[in-house]
């Protein structure tokens, strides 16, 4: 048996040491175009902000103990230019000497990954505007900043760029994000991402939306980025993170079947559309495991379990990849953004019907020092509950809550489960009632019908406006609320339930929702046509971002 591997890194080195796990008598063969077979690319922007000063730390592996202790052919700096499916055979160019020869395979992995988006503007190869994807990448970066930039411009606020961003003010260097969209981040729901946008200003970064470069030319000082509104921003350094495009022309070429959007088709098997290749990584296609839409998810943990799970299938074992979730998290600046599952605006755009809540717990006891805060946002299905996605944004403890809600959603739970779920308390970590028991209660009285519900868009969307009380304190509603609310405290509610008209629909609510939820239950039981506003006063500053 002889096996070759197109690409290093996540998805193509993982293959390979699973294969020789296999099989001792197997030739194993990996070729990687660039220098380094294995390294941690979600390290480079803290590489380049000297969080992680010694670039070795990068370097998952070397060529020269994969040929130690796994016996593989590691070839770096050698690029398959062609695939001859009838013959069996790859075409290798060897970078260092020019030299082209024709390698053999019986089954064969491909894991190129992916590449950079450069959009075709003038001044987008000019010496000092990067993209960041390889160690050499953030080599040229971190060169340029040691030698003393002062202004930069990052095209794109996807995660690499606001990790960039941080990392670029770590170093002293004011910095500009440009984003076309209106929020960042745009795999999340916008109104998730206002916090996170507050926290990149709070600390110095300038968010401009709604604009994109068009143009970047050269002056005394570095260069100037032209933008679609005229704006003009001055820079040394610009990064472009707009987005990746799969490493296709070899599958193309060799007449292997792709998406629309140029991901390489495979089965669960990992399987090709010819039965002896494989294809893993940020190149190919999947089923998202919510939504069953065909969809690309460029993330390491899923590229590494694919390429475990594509060596299996080469050497026989029917081993089956269940798609992927799209569970990811950003941090920066002391702060989290996570999500995993489907978001509301897939569920929107795919037709699926859905619910959602909000909850705005603390991370752990309140009584406890340190106690952070985070908003927390469920989606699932209106009649049975299951749970269709999740995101959290805030401080400490949000990744904790993602990654336990991960788990529920590819366990099929429902949110009636989240209410009994068992996690572990101590005042340090967490509250008697987590915050994923939180989400279980707020969500399970929702579909229960204990407590009618509505979302801020759809009291802002009614043309029959709503009675908009506020069931705080004098003092919390002096310090801000939903304008032409009316001001009654939930402790003086059944005392002044004749200052709540009856014949108007009426939605309470309160900071984050408990003493909307207690309001609503006393009107309802009074006869009032009530629903709770949905996370509170805290959700509705959600969806009022900063317009800048």
């Known amino acids: 048996m002889k096996l070759v591997i197109v690409g290093g890194v996540a998805g193509g080195a993982s293959a390979a040491a699973r294969a020789r796990r296999l099989s001792e008598d197997a030739e194993i063969v990996l070729i990687e175009r660039g220098p380094d077979v294995s390294f941690a690319n979600c390290g480079l922007p803290y590489h380049v902000g000297n969080v992680i000063p ?12 994969l040929r130690e202790r796994f016996r593989l052919d590691v070839r770096t700096r050698s690029e398959v230019e062609a695939i001859d499916r ?86 002293g260097v004011a910095t500009t994000v440009v984003q076309l969209d209106r929020q960042i981040l745009t795999p999340f729901d916008a109104e998730m991402t206002t916090p996170l946008a507050a926290c990149l200003r709070e600390n110095g970064v300038r968010l401009v939306f709604r604009d994109t470069a068009e143009s970047i030319r050269e002056t005394p000082g570095g260069m100037e980025v032209q933008l679609r509104s005229g704006a003009v921003l001055p820079a040394q350094l610009v990064v472009v993170g707009v987005g990746v495009r799969p490493e296709n022309p070899l599958a193309v070429e060799a007449g292997l079947e792709t998406g629309p959007r140029g991901g390489v088709r495979v089965d669960d098997r990992l399987r090709t559309s010819d039965p ?15 939504t069953g839409e065909r969809t690309q998810v460029p993330l390491a943990g899923p590229a590494n379990r694919q390429g475990r799970i594509a060596a299996d299938n080469a050497f026989g074992r029917d081993t089956r990849y269940r798609g992927t979730q799209g569970t990811a998290i950003v941090g920066f600046f002391g702060k989290t953004g996570a999500m995993t599952g489907a978001s509301e605006k897939v569920l929107q755009r795919i037709g ?27 989606l699932f299905d209106p009649q049975t509950g299951k749970l269709l996605g999740a995101q959290g944004a805030g401080g400490a403890g949000v990744d904790k809550r993602i990654d336990v809600l991960a788990v529920a959603v590819q366990a099929g739970m429902t949110v009636f489960a989240l209410e009994e779920m068992e996690l572990c308390y101590a005042p340090q970590y967490g509250s008697a009632k987590d915050p994923v ?6 969500a399970a009285g929702l579909l229960r019908g204990d407590h009618p519900q509505v979302d801020w868009e759809s009291v ?26 009316v001001n009654v405290p939930v402790d003086e ?45 805290k959700t509705y500053l959600l969806h009022q971002p900063d317009p800048s």
Request: overall charge positive.
């Open 352 to 378: 699926t019907p859905y619910r959602k809540v909000y909850v705005h717990p603390a991370h752990h006891a309140g009584y406890y020092p340190g106690a952070e805060g985070m908003t927390l946002k469920l």
């Open 276 to 290: 002896d290749i494989f294809a893993v990584g940020d190149a190919i296609e999947t089923t998202d495991t919510v």
């Open 493 to 537: 509610l059944r005392a002044r339930l004749a200052d709540v008209p009856k014949g108007r629909p009426v939605v309470a609510y309160c900071q984050v929702g408990q003493r909307g939820y207690l309001a609503t239950r006393i009107l309802t039981q009074s006869g009032y046509a009530v629903s709770n506003l949905s996370g509170g006063y």
């Open 437 to 442: 028991n939180m989400l279980g209660f707020v």
């Open 86 to 171: 009838p013959r069996k055979v790859v075409r290798v160019r060897d970078l260092a000497t020019g030299r082209g020869y024709d390698e053999g395979y019986d089954k064969l992995i491909l894991a190129p990954g992916a590449a950079p988006v450069r959009p075709p503007i003038p001044g987008i190869d000019l010496p000092n505007v990067f993209t960041l994807r390889t160690l050499a990448d953030a080599d040229r970066i971190k060169a340029a900043v040691d030698a003393g930039v002062r202004e930069a411009v990052i095209v794109g606020a996807g995660f690499i760029g606001l990790e960039v961003a941080e990392n670029l003010v770590h170093r």
């Open 460 to 485: 802002a969307a009614s043309a029959d406006k709503p009675l908009l009380l506020d069931v705080r304190t004098p003092s919390e509603y002096a310090a801000g609320h939903i304008p032409d609310a």
């Open 54 to 65: 010694d670039r070795e730390k990068l370097l998952v592996t070397t060529p020269g103990r």
